[in-house]
């Protein structure tokens, strides 16, 4: 029987069922414990749009990743506040297929459409 692709976890005791899944949260602490397994800071970038408001960006900076231009470092509690507040979701994989460690993540908004 082939294993899913994507996982659902809801806390940081929950994990893959095979190196490669691609698991998804919405959980803080799972999403902070995956960054400080791998040395990850929370960055952020504002820009004004032509509109005056101020869209944010949302990162992890890893080691041995250049930083991103226009990123600054800011503290868990206000990247998570922007995570929320925009309804994202944590993409990310504990393990790459061939079993070792993963820095492969992304940010999605969970109110988009699937498919």
């Known amino acids: ?39 990850g800071v929370p960055t952020m970038s504002e820009q004004l ?5 101020r869209p944010v960006d949302l990162a992890l900076e890893l080691p041995d990743t250049e930083p991103a231009a226009g990123y600054e470092r800011v503290s868990w509690e206000r990247w998570l506040q922007a995570f929320d507040r925009y309804d994202m979701r944590f993409e990310f ?5 061939d079993g070792s460690m993963s820095t492969s993540w992304s940010l999605d908004t969970s109110g988009r459409a699937e498919g």
Request: hydrophobic letters at 20%; glycine letters at 10%; zero cysteines.
């Open 93 to 97: 994989r504990e393990h790459e297929a």
């Open 1 to 39: 029987m082939t294993q899913p692709t994507h996982k659902a976890v809801s806390g940081p005791d929950e994990h893959e069922d095979q190196p490669g899944q691609t698991l998804v949260t919405r959980n803080h602490e799972t999403i902070r414990a995956w960054a400080a397994d791998r040395d």
């Open 49 to 53: 749009d032509g509109g005056g408001s």
